[in-house]
């Protein structure tokens, strides 16, 4: 198919555990630094780089993300499955939990993205599972990011078609799963997710495509990220923060408050560390840019440039 009517990214997601002497001989110098940023936690933030803005959004774009109503999000003549599970969170939502024998992940559709994504084998101090999913964040893991704010918050905040609803349960004899979500927008174009599991995996594949039946979106440039990693894990003795692997360097640079590190070039994988979990991006094309902001105080995001 023509570039001018459809790009699309296959990536994996890697949610990865990080045993305790491994961890420590491998980040041993990040965890120094660690500890050194909580001893300092009351200095104010470092002033020596400059500000990376994000692009800013017209008064126009401010002014419509806020009082315009969202797009439909079916074709005419399209049904639209409305039965909803007990645990919806606004008016249309569906929900889809995949329980891979590993971790248990559930799907809004409200944006494509993840809401929850709980480990089986590890606990947390009141003997839940441990939850990957940031609640201090704006965003969700897998989020689509834009140049525009708006655009950005407005995707995100919308009602995805999707097929699936309810509890899959994984197996030998159903060792995969696809959740797909799609959304055309009025003005044409369409925004695809598809993402799969694997039974006994940490492991998921993501595919995202955007597309126009007419237009050229070659131009067109989003991103998708994982914002934030679980809440209250870290520990002064253990690291929080970015990592990217590129050229066969790993680098740990945090960034400050309105700023971002990016990186372009061939990126291996790229992700967030907190404690023994860490979650990474491995594009199937090295090559592309990753971005690392600092949401708040220990909240970092990282995202990776899909076209």
């Known amino acids: 198919m023509d570039r001018n009517v459809i790009l699309a990214i296959v990536l994996s997601l890697g949610i990865m555990l990080v045993w305790n002497v491994w961890y420590a001989h491998r980040y041993g110098d990040v965890l120094s630094a660690n500890r050194e940023d909580i001893a300092q936690q009351a200095e104010e933030p470092s002033a020596s780089k400059q500000p990376v803005p994000l692009q800013p959004d017209t008064p126009a774009e401010q002014k419509q993300a806020a009082t315009a109503p969202l797009n439909p999000i079916v074709?005419?003549?399209?049904?639209?499955?409305?039965?909803?599970?007990a645990a919806k969170q606004v008016e249309g939502e569906l929900l889809v939990a995949v329980d891979t024998g590993m971790s248990v992940v559930t799907l809004s559709n409200v944006g494509g993205v993840v809401a929850s994504w709980k480990l089986s084998g590890y606990t947390d101090d009141e003997n839940q599972p441990i939850e990957l999913v940031s609640r201090k964040t704006a965003l969700r893991p897998l989020a689509l990011e834009f140049n525009s704010k708006a655009a950005t918050q407005r995707i995100n905040r919308a009602l995805f078609n999707t097929s699936s609803e309810g509890k899959i349960v994984l197996s030998d004899a159903s060792p995969a799963y696809t959740v797909n979500f799609s959304r055309t927008l009025q003005t044409g174009f369409r925004i695809e997710k598809k993402i799969t599991f694997h039974y006994q995996s940490y492991r998921v594949d993501v595919a995202v495509s955007l597309s126009h039946p007419k237009r050229d979106i070659a131009g067109s440039t989003f991103s998708i990220g994982w914002f934030g990693l679980g809440d209250n894990l870290t520990s002064q003795y253990s690291y929080n923060g970015p990592v990217v692997y590129t050229q066969g360097k790993r680098l740990t640079e945090k960034p400050d408050e309105d700023e971002k590190e990016t990186?372009?070039?061939?990126?291996?994988?790229?992700?967030?560390?907190?404690?023994y979990y860490c979650m990474a991006f491995f594009p199937e094309n090295g090559q592309t840019v990753v971005n690392i902001a600092l949401l708040e105080k220990g909240v970092y995001s990282a995202s990776v440039r899909l076209v």
């Open 75 to 85: 074709a005419p003549g399209e049904p639209l499955e409305m039965e909803l599970p």
């Open 263 to 275: 990186y372009e070039g061939n990126i291996e994988w790229a992700g967030l560390i907190n404690n």
